[in-house]
C-alpha cells in the first residue's frame, strides 16, 4: 500500500517535471518564433508598392513599331521614357515615385503600333507605409502559466486522492 503511493507520487511528479521542464525550455524558442515580424518588404507583393519598389512593363516582339518611342507615367507624370527595340519588343522597370500618397494610382505605358498610338495601363495601391501595423497579442507566457498551474493542480489532485484512500482503508 505505501509501496503504491510512493510509487504513484514519483510518476506524478516525474510527469509535473517532465511538463515544466518542456514547456521552460522551449522558452527560448518561443520568443524567437515572432522573430520577422513585421514582414520585410517583398518584390512580389501583386499590385501593393511602397517608396523604393519597382514597376515593370514588357512586351514581346511585335508589341510596338521597331525603335518606337514609349513613355510610362504614374498618374500622368512620367517616369521612365525611351524607344523600344529593333524587334518591337519592350521591357522597361521605373522605380515608383517617393511621396505618392497611399491610396490607388495608375501606371501608364504609351507606345505606338502601326503608327498608331497606344495606351496600356493599369492600376496599384501605394501602401500607408513600409511596415504592417503588429495586430495581436504575444499569449506564449500566459499559456505556459496555465499549463503549468494545470499540472500542478493535477498532482496535488492525485495527492489527496491516494491520501484519502489510504486514510479510508486504516
Known amino acids: ?5 510512493i510509487a504513484l507520487r514519483t510518476v ?3 510527469f509535473v517535471l517532465a511538463v515544466m521542464a518542456m514547456l521552460l525550455g522551449s522558452a527560448g524558442a518561443a520568443a524567437v518564433a515572432p522573430a520577422g515580424y513585421p514582414p520585410a518588404p517583398s518584390a512580389d507583393r501583386g499590385a ?3 517608396d523604393g519598389d519597382t514597376i515593370t512593363a514588357c512586351g514581346p516582339a511585335g508589341a510596338t513599331d521597331p525603335g518606337a ?4 507615367d504614374v498618374d500622368g507624370a512620367v517616369v521612365a521614357s525611351g524607344s523600344t527595340l529593333g524587334d518591337g519588343s519592350y521591357c522597361v522597370t521605373a522605380k515608383v515615385p517617393s511621396g505618392l500618397a ?3 494610382h495608375r501606371a501608364t505605358f504609351t507606345s505606338t503600333k502601326n503608327g498608331t498610338s497606344f495606351t496600356l495601363s493599369t492600376s496599384f495601391l501605394r501602401a500607408g507605409g513600409a511596415e504592417l501595423p503588429r495586430t495581436g497579442a504575444d499569449t506564449a507566457g500566459t ?5 503549468v498551474l494545470a499540472s500542478a493542480g493535477a498532482l496535488l ?3 489527496l486522492t491516494v ?8
Open 12 to 14: 506524478l511528479a516525474g
Open 163 to 170: 491520501r484519502r484512500r489510504s486514510q479510508n482503508k486504516a
Open 157 to 159: 489532485l492525485a495527492m
Open 48 to 50: 501593393i508598392v511602397v
Open 1 to 5: 500500500m505505501v509501496g503504491s503511493r
Open 102 to 104: 497611399a491610396g490607388t
Open 69 to 72: 518611342p514609349y513613355t510610362v
Open 143 to 147: 499559456v505556459r502559466l496555465a499549463i
